[in-house]
């Protein structure tokens, strides 16, 4: 079987063509297809990176507006410095309640307390140990935020019947003027 010239030429466009549009055409378009998923995969991962984060965020701001109402609790549990006196009435109530005698009170400065301010008092109550220790106990059912500290015990007769105790009793109390400056500057801060 003998080419001619023209049979070469034709052999050579039929061989030729596939192996140029190889090279030509799809060689390139492979390597765009390439370019294009190892893009699309970038964008995926980028994609699940914001979602992760997206989630954490809101995560965050629910936590957030945890904090905000627990600390809500807590300052609604805080009277304000012109409520102090009622507590202190409340108290001496309390007291006279549970059986003991009216109890002498002397009310020290105010001092900072973190955010807020404590007002110690020194309470002196003398009665039976029951009437104290029922006093105690409504005293910790208080609203508001209170602590005992410095308890002395003394009994005042042999039977050790009647007692007589002194401790300093410390109400926490928002004061409205450093309140108002607070909530001054977190409108300020936003």
Do not use: W
């Given at each position: 079987?003998?080419?001619?010239?023209?049979?070469?030429?034709?052999?050579?466009?039929?061989?030729?063509?596939?192996?140029?549009?190889?090279?030509?055409?799809?060689?390139?378009?492979?390597?765009?297809?390439?370019?294009?998923?190892?893009?699309?995969?970038?964008k995926e991962?980028?994609?699940?990176?914001?979602?992760?984060?997206?989630?954490?965020?809101?995560?965050?701001?629910?936590?957030?507006?945890?904090?905000?109402?627990?600390?809500?609790?807590?300052?609604?549990?805080?009277?304000?410095?012109?409520?102090?006196?009622?507590?202190?009435?409340?108290?001496?109530?309390?007291?006279?309640?549970?059986?003991?005698?009216?109890?002498?009170?002397?009310?020290?400065?105010?001092?900072?307390?973190?955010?807020?301010?404590?007002?110690?008092?020194?309470?002196?109550?003398?009665?039976?140990?029951?009437?104290?220790f029922t006093?105690?106990?409504?005293?910790?059912?208080?609203?508001?935020?209170?602590?005992?500290?410095?308890?002395?015990?003394?009994?005042?007769?042999?039977?050790?019947?009647?007692?007589?105790?002194?401790?300093?009793?410390?109400i926490y109390?928002?004061?409205?003027?450093?309140?108002?400056?607070?909530?001054?500057?977190?409108?300020?801060?936003?």
């Amino acid at each position: 079987m003998q080419l001619g010239l023209r049979g070469a030429l034709v052999l050579t466009i039929v061989v030729g063509m596939p192996v140029a549009s190889y090279f030509l055409v799809f060689k390139p378009q492979n390597a765009e297809i390439q370019r294009a998923k190892g893009e699309v995969e970038h964008k995926e991962s980028l994609l699940d990176k914001l979602r992760v984060e997206t989630a954490r965020n809101a995560d965050l701001v629910r936590a957030n507006e945890e904090i905000q109402r627990s600390v809500k609790v807590i300052e609604a549990r805080l009277p304000s410095n012109k409520e102090v006196d009622g507590l202190i009435r409340q108290v001496s109530d309390l007291a006279v309640a549970s059986g003991l005698q009216p109890p002498a009170i002397k009310s020290s400065k105010p001092v900072p307390a973190a955010l807020y301010m404590e007002q110690p008092l020194e309470l002196e109550v003398r009665g039976d140990f029951v009437g104290f220790f029922t006093f105690l106990a409504q005293v910790e059912k208080l609203p508001r935020i209170t602590r005992i500290h410095d308890l002395k015990m003394t009994g005042r007769n042999k039977e050790d019947v009647e007692l007589e105790a002194t401790f300093t009793l410390s109400i926490y109390f928002q004061d409205e003027a450093q309140a108002e400056r607070a909530v001054a500057n977190a409108g300020d801060a936003r």
